[in-house]
């Protein structure tokens, strides 16, 4: 047989092929999509964070078969106008993920044991912020870590006292400040696209999730005589730390005190003497 039948009858099989893989293909199409009725879906039109609140600017569409939606999500059938969808995410929603209702908390605020669902064992607790410092002057947020520190009080056998700081608790998370959670919108909404117009408020609890046991501890901690409860703030990349125990004898008794100008040179030497002996 010549080259020219043979290329004839090759390009005859490769279009039989494609003719069968396309026949192949719509009939596994029909085969799973049958007559389901096809319904325009919301979805995501970027990423949008947890604890959002939700507007038609963060929406768009898409339609897909009925099957393919899922449970609970909102159609245009059902709301045509994409800005009567409200609410605030409680999880991270991707770029082109359905709006399912269940991920959007609407009407009253979440209450505070939804955020520690996720949390088995842990309670939440309060700290009561009378002064400024101790809140780190209110900068810090729902979903912060912090340390728990103490100042504690006391009286030695001569009557005489002294403050000692101690740690309390390591990497703490923050739940809730006064009434602003996670979970909750902030208050602090755009007056337009680009501003912000802050809200003062007078910081007044810390809500921490810690253990049951850590929650006694706590509350027994700020109930003894002239304590006081520190919070400080960790970085992401804090790492594992210790904090010493620290107290008003060792502190003047340290490398750290502030020196008499007068006696400054002497105190210096027994300091580095007394280092020298101790290695």
Known sequence: MSRGPKLAIAIALGLLAALFGMVYLNTERNRMLGTNEIVEVYVAASDIPANTPIDGAKLTTRRIPRTFAQPQSITTAEVADSSKITGVTIVPIQDGEQIVRTKLWTGKTPPLAQDLRSRSGMVAVSVQMDEEPQSLHGLVQPRDRVDVLALLEFVKPNEEKFKEVRPLFYNVEVLAVDRTTASSVTEN????????VPKETSLKTVTLALSPVAAQQLILAQELPSSKIWLVLRSP???DYRYEAWNTDRL????????DSEDSRAELQ??????????
């Open 189 to 196: 909404l755009p007056t337009d696209k680009n501003a912000l």
């Open 270 to 279: 027994k300091e580095m003497m007394r280092g020298l002996v101790n290695r």
């Open 237 to 239: 990349n804090s790492g």
């Open 252 to 259: 003047v008794q340290s490398e750290y005190r502030l020196w």
